[in-house]
């Protein structure tokens, strides 16, 4: 008998329920939290100059250095100017003759007036005299305007930068054949301030206006970060610079154009780029660590532990991140205390555990 009761003690001690595990639980974060957008655009000279050939000739020099930086008026390229010259000089020609007979013309008229006064001559010959003097005044005209022509034909044959900027490569030959209608022979992009061209949705756009709603579009004084190919962020900040005028009704979005500053000709056009900006400001969001959300079929879930210590499994609408926290915009309330490893460590809904507190993390 004595022996039974023995086995029967022993029996009970050995189904005793283990105790609880613990599980480290960090309480719900409520703070004002700036919103944050990100987008994904390219970067773009604030001028870009395509440098072309204004006159037929054979391309005989290149003057820049490709990639390097030029100023405005410095030649780039040397069209062979032996032809323009050749035209100036038939030009200076064809004006002096035009000269010469303008003041024969005007002799005749200086001679023939007091003669036709006294009939010496005829009326007639005076108004032939007079009518040859401006004809040769219109060609004196034609003349100079076709010597300036000239001139200008060959001022051409040097072509220089019209802008500051950074020269592209070179995009003919020397040798080659150039004229108005060969297309480009480089560029010419001043990459000093530089833009950064991207498409922010409908959406964002009405949250700019709700920022200030006086502003004519985006806010002048928001302030934009680089990021650049490399995930480093630029260290100068760019400012608002226009919005297109309609929305892309393909895309459902308008483009936005930022300048950032390039004193340094780091930036350059075509670099890729995430331009980042503060939207606006969400006040008392609730944030919980990132590592507390486990994704489930393109949604999030998370753990709380209630005042009995049993867990319970939410699914939750999540906002932006900040720092290591992210904002949960549905399922929690202020004061929930959350599991801060994720649903794993607690099995299944309604465990009942050990909750040690974790300290609430910086959102940095």
């Not at 500053?261 to 331009?275: E, I, K, S, T």
């Amino acid at each position: 008998m004595a022996v039974g009761m023995l086995a029967a003690g022993c029996g009970k001690e050995a189904a005793k329920a283990p105790p609880p595990a613990d599980v480290q639980v960090v309480a719900v974060v409520q703070r004002d939290v700036p919103v944050v957008r990100e987008w994904v655009g390219y970067l773009d000279g604030s001028v870009n100059a395509q440098i072309r050939a204004q006159v037929t000739g054979y391309l005989v020099k290149q003057d820049y250095l490709e990639g390097a930086a030029v100023k405005k008026g410095d030649p780039m390229f040397e069209i062979d100017p032996r032809p323009f010259a050749a035209a100036e000089a038939q030009a200076n020609g064809v004006l002096a003759q035009a000269q010469a007979q303008l003041v024969k013309a005007q002799e005749d008229v200086a001679r023939y007036t007091p003669l036709a006064k006294d009939q010496a001559v005829s009326q007639e010959e005076l108004d032939d005299a007079v009518q040859a003097r401006l004809a040769a005044e219109a060609q004196v005209a034609s003349a100079k305007a076709a010597l300036d022509q000239a001139k200008l034909s060959e001022s051409f044959a040097t072509v220089t930068s019209p802008i500051d900027g950074i020269a592209g490569l070179i995009r003919a030959q020397i040798g080659d054949l150039v004229g108005p209608g060969t297309g480009i022979l480089t560029t010419v992009s001043n990459v000093d301030p530089i833009k950064a061209y991207f498409p922010i949705s409908e959406q964002a756009y009405l949250a700019f206006r709700a920022r200030d709603p006086k502003a004519p579009s985006i806010p002048a004084d928001m302030a934009f970060d680089l990021i650049l190919s490399d995930g480093t962020v630029y260290p100068l900040k760019g400012k608002f610079f226009a919005i297109d005028s309609e929305v892309d009704a393909n895309t459902g979005t308008l483009k936005v154009v930022a300048e950032f500053p390039n004193p340094n000709g780091l930036l350059r056009p075509g670099q890729y780029a995430r331009v980042r900006a503060v939207v606006g400001v969400e006040k008392g969001a609730l944030l919980v660590p990132q590592r507390a959300l486990s994704e489930l079929q393109g949604g999030y879930q998370l753990a709380t532990v209630d005042d009995n210590n049993q867990t319970h499994i939410l699914s939750v609408k999540t906002g932006p991140a900040v720092g290591s926290l992210m904002v949960v915009e549905t399922g929690l309330h202020p004061g929930d205390r959350v599991v801060a490893d994720g649903i794993q460590k607690i099995g299944k809904d309604g465990t009942v555990v050990n909750p040690v507190p974790l300290a609430a993390p910086d959102a940095k």
